[in-house]
């Protein structure tokens, strides 16, 4: 019984991860590193992540600054960000990649808060059939007789908690993003 709820915390803290991760993708008006994480250079044939082919830095609030280790890196890593579906343009120095943050407008802002709900939905969803694996686990373990039916009402208790938990987790980490979004 403790490892299936274990084992149940374990999935649904990683979904709630998951969810800070598709935040972070999430363009808002601040600049983040990982807004770039996830664009690909293609470095000689091999898609490669801008952070393994050069330094990403933030100086400021609404400038991502992009370094090559390799100077001929230069314009393939401005091309892919121009090719990305972030909408930002790169400014190209010869020594550095600029990427300004244009401030968002109101109707993106609220684009962009549904966009994180949908998100924070779908994590819902996948803890809350994290709880149905769960909880068909421990009436199994109840049918075969290995726990008894008061043991089986305790550990679905004990799901239903830890479900309750990280459902309001994930809506905490939405109003954090939303709040973040709305600034201007």
């Not at 090719?83 to 930002?88: F, N, P, Y």
């Not at 779908?122 to 059939?129: G, I, P, T």
């Amino acid at each position: 019984m403790d490892t299936i709820l274990l084992e149940t915390e374990e999935r649904m803290e990683k979904a709630v991860a998951a969810l800070d991760r598709e935040f972070g993708r999430l363009r808002t008006g601040r600049a983040s590193t990982s807004l770039v994480d996830s664009i690909k250079v293609d470095y000689y044939g091999t898609p490669t992540p801008i952070n393994q082919l050069a330094s990403v830095a933030v100086p400021d609030s609404r400038t991502i600054t992009i370094q090559p280790w390799d100077r001929g890196a230069f314009a393939l890593v401005e091309k892919a960000i121009m090719q990305s579906d972030l909408g930002l343009t790169p400014i190209n120095d010869g020594k550095i990649i600029r990427i300004s943050m244009p401030p968002l407008t109101e109707e993106r802002r609220k684009e962009l808060v549904k966009v994180a709900k949908k998100y924070t939905e779908d994590a819902k969803v996948a803890v809350r059939n994290i709880r149905r694996d769960a909880n068909e686990q421990i009436k199994k373990m109840e049918k075969d007789k290995a726990i008894t039916e008061d043991d089986m009402k305790r550990g679905q208790d004990e799901v239903q908690k830890l479900t309750d938990a990280f459902v309001a987790k994930s809506e905490k980490v939405l109003a954090k993003k939303e709040k973040e979004i709305m600034e201007v």
